[in-house]
């Protein structure tokens, strides 16, 4: 487990921000902590009950479900589908768990943490198809409050935000790559659209790695821009990283311009990305590797047309060899290929007959 409580704030100063706004979120919806309880006992049992998502967040509106996850002493089969319940205009929704199920996903997660970087990102994205609560309940969780005000799971946040920081990361190199792909290809208003995928998933990762995980996208923005009016920061490598970024986000929509068709997109986010994976300590540098599925088949017998696993067009010289296949590179050195190869490697990724793989060689500062 991480050593270092990631958060600005102490766990006691976390839990008692969450609980100010649970209490001011209930009072607003007149509801009584206390009838609360009650009611979810009567409804689905005994057990630890946690309320979870946006009202402990402090992101929650007069329309907010009221999500809950329960804890029971006994074991539990099977996929879980939640309990919904409408009272007095209110929309209540509640997953049961066992105690020995969330023993293991927090020892799982502990060990994540202790990983390298690559395995902790493989072993992230194989969570929900092997473990039960999936990523999103843990996360909740650990986040989880209960009524009385108390974060039982607070402990296990180091943890997580490791290793959700470290998930976030990932899917921002590869959107780098294909960011510099798209516009070696030509692909000037394409190349915008991953740039922003880019900004999103950098924005996660910095906000995990601070501490504040949240497993909902339509929330980065507002609570990267509140993280930003807040402050909090107590890294200057990462408040560079941080400022960079709100630099980009601000401008990435100009590149939309035609007039700003020949300025380089890839290069500044590259950077950005670059600089981000040594600020969290993930690595001290990134490769990009290229791994053919062999998914390849041609449209018909002698035809130049090509479809990939995932039924998307490769053309029509996907049975050549892809540049960085077998042999990493720098993350900058996508960038460099022509407009040809740029294309092809793109479209081999979008069809699935080619994946990126990707590694963080070398050790990063400590943070």
Known sequence: MPSRFPHALSPDELTARRHAQVTAFLAGRDLDPAWLSGLMREQVGEGLLLLTSSPVQGLANPTS??????????????????????ENGHHLEVVSFSEAELASNLGELDRLAGLPAEGTVAGFRVWDKEREPRRKQTERIVNGLTLDGTAPYLEALPSLSRVWCRAALHNAVEQVVHTALAE??????????????????????????QGEVYTTRKWYVLRWTRLMTEGGRTDEHLDTVAL?????????????????????????????VLAAVRATGTGASVTVEVEQTGGVHRFLPGASLALGTGGGVVLPDAGSD????????????PAGLDARAA?????SLRAGAARLRIGYPGEAAGR
Do not use: C, W
């Not at 070696?184 to 790695?209: I, Q």
């Not at 294309?343 to 479209?347: P, Q």
């Open 343 to 347: 294309a092809n490697l793109l479209r």
């Open 322 to 333: 892809l540049p960085f296949t077998g042999t990493p590179a720098g993350l900058d050195a």
């Open 65 to 86: 479900d009221l999500d809950f996850i329960r804890i029971q002493r006994e074991p539990i089969d099977g996929p879980r589908i939640s309990t919904k319940i409408f």
């Open 244 to 272: 960079g970024l709100e630099e980009l986000r601000k401008g990435v929509h100009t590149f939309l311009d035609p007039s700003a068709a020949g300025e380089p997109l890839a290069l500044p986010l590259t950077d950005l």
């Open 184 to 209: 070696r290809a030509g692909e000037t208003r394409g190349r915008v659209g991953y740039a922003y995928n880019v900004l999103l998933h950098l924005m996660d990762a910095l906000l995990s790695h």
